[in-house]
């Protein structure tokens, strides 16, 4: 349900129990409890039976102390400065070796793989760590009613690292117009990062942006509220706003679930590597300008040259722009370039001031199921999902595209099925070099139709009131219309799905 006064889409970090079951589904070892998320396959953190707690205190810590409660030391950023020789770790012998070979630091260290850094409120400074291999997960957390602040941190060729609760806000240096507020680097010369986890945290620019300028959207943040080329990554649960784009994925077996991810100048999520999963995030309020010299996306895909991108998925997610000005659009969910191996698309919703509401050129093996994408205006941007052609005139194949409501349904694909879709004003069909058929009303393959009213049959579509609530009601045409293959067995709510099974993200 969508209200205003939940920031047009309800509870935005709550997560579902469908998240959850999915989760133990994917692991290995369903019988543990999972107390943080990560990828399938990657290390989860467990707070460890040998580990020892320090503090850190930019107040009344001094770098001579000895790191106890009584006497912590002052920021972060000294800890982890190597000059301090604190942590006792390992680090690659930099160069392009490979396998890499893996040298002990500072053995003698005080803290260790397993111990937790407890932050304390105050600056904690711009922290750069480099080579800090752990063999277990070192957690840097915030202390009980205390708001630690990290200006910057930058991460090379390090592993095993938590951060939770922690408030990352920092204006981008004028010299730095490319760099993220947070970079997890995998580094040619100094070595590969894996296994940093990210939750519960916040990014941002400043606390407040009410005066900021149009200008200022583009120059005072970073580029990238979150920046990672690291594999085994995992972004979870974390607030980012007052940003550019918000989070930049460029290291495979990354998940980013549960974020909320607001008030951003350009995009929400871009998403550039494989074996990711994208799911539950909240993208919403774009304050994009014509300042802005790139066009904003609520997520985005793209790739490297040469590379194809592989096993994907994006589900449960919401991404919403009410803004009537037109100056302020935000497209939904979309990849317009590179190649993509295995892309899914599921439970996700989109309302949107854009025409692009999800839009997929050039994918293999696609799955485009159970979505609702509704315009914010109607009249004017009569929002679509659309499966096209890459630039480069490379078809999409092998794409299903089910249970789907939207404004627009266009598909141009060789390849596909294509059934249990409803449209609200237009149908148009390109499939496998069959003649093209343009619809603006009656239906068109198995089971597509165009219902004018289908909009009418949500419990709220506030298109002029921005109260979005998109359930389908017992009358609405896309009840028990739709196809049980390949249906999520859960809806975007966490509601199982049972036959007969509703079009759309919502279940009744």
């Not at 579902?16 to 989760?23: I, K, R, T």
């Not at 590379?307 to 994907?312: A, E, L, S």
């Not at 596909?416 to 619809?439: C, M, T, W, Y």
Request: glycine share 10%.
């Amino acid at each position: 349900m969508i209200g205003a006064r939940e920031g047009v889409f309800g509870a935005a970090t709550k997560r579902s129990l469908a998240w959850a079951l999915a989760f133990v589904a994917l692991t290995a070892c369903s019988a543990i409890a999972q107390t943080i998320p990560v990828y399938p396959g990657c290390d989860v953190p467990r707070p460890s039976e040998r580990g020892r707690t320090f503090y850190i205190d930019p107040v009344h810590g001094s770098p001579t102390n000895d790191g106890s409660k009584e006497r912590p030391w002052r920021t972060l950023a000294e800890v982890v400065d190597p000059a301090n020789h604190l942590i006792a770790t390992r680090s690659y012998i930099a160069g392009p070796r490979d396998p890499r070979p893996i040298q002990p630091i500072n053995p003698s260290g005080s803290i260790r793989p397993g111990d937790t850094l407890v932050l304390m409120s105050g600056d904690h400074g711009a922290v750069e760590m480099r080579s800090d291999l752990n063999d277990d997960f070192i957690w840097v957390v915030a202390g009980p009613d205390q708001t630690p602040v990290i200006d910057s941190m930058k991460i090379y060729a390090s592993s095993h690292w938590v951060f939770r609760g922690v408030k990352f806000q920092g204006i981008r240096p004028e010299n730095d117009p490319w760099g993220g507020l947070i970079e997890v680097v995998s580094h040619n010369w100094m070595g590969p990062s894996d296994n940093i986890v990210f939750v519960g945290n916040s990014f941002s620019t400043a606390d407040e942006s009410e005066s900021w300028t149009p200008e200022d959207w583009v120059n005072k943040p970073f580029k990238t509220g979150f920046g990672s080329s690291g594999f085994c990554t995992a972004l979870v649960d974390n607030h980012f706003f007052n940003v550019r784009d918000a989070a930049s994925i460029g290291g495979d077996r990354t998940l980013a679930q549960g974020n909320l991810i607001e008030r951003m100048g350009n995009d929400g999520i871009d998403i550039a590597a494989s074996d990711l999963i994208i799911r539950g995030n909240v993208i919403r309020d774009g304050r994009n300008t014509p300042t802005e010299p790139l066009h904003p996306d609520g997520i985005q895909g793209w790739t490297a040259p040469g590379v194809t991108n592989r096993n994907v998925v994006i589900e449960g997610n919401k991404v919403i722009n009410v803004n009537p000005s037109d100056d302020n659009t935000l497209q939904g969910i979309d990849i317009f370039d590179g190649h993509w191996d295995g892309v899914t698309v599921v439970n996700n919703v989109v309302v949107t001031n854009h025409w692009h509401g999800i839009a997929l050129y050039g994918v293999d093996d696609a799955r485009v199921i159970n979505n609702t994408v509704v315009p914010a205006q109607p009249d004017k941007f009569p929002s679509w999902i659309m499966i096209h052609d890459n630039k480069d005139k490379t078809p999409s194949r092998h794409v299903v595209v089910r249970n789907n409501i939207a404004a627009q349904l266009i598909v141009d694909a060789e390849d596909v099925s294509f059934d249990h879709n409803i449209a609200q004003k237009r149908i148009s069909a390109n499939i496998g070099g069959r003649a093209p058929v343009e619809l603006t009303r009656g239906g068109i393959g198995d089971h597509n139709f165009i219902d004018g009213g289908v909009f009418g049959y949500f419990v709220d579509y506030g298109s002029r009131t921005g109260h979005f609530d998109l359930r389908p009601t017992q009358f609405s045409p896309a009840a028990g219309a739709g196809a049980a293959d390949g249906a999520p067995p859960f809806d975007i709510a966490g509601k199982a799905r049972t036959p007969p099974i509703d079009i759309g993200a919502y279940a009744r």
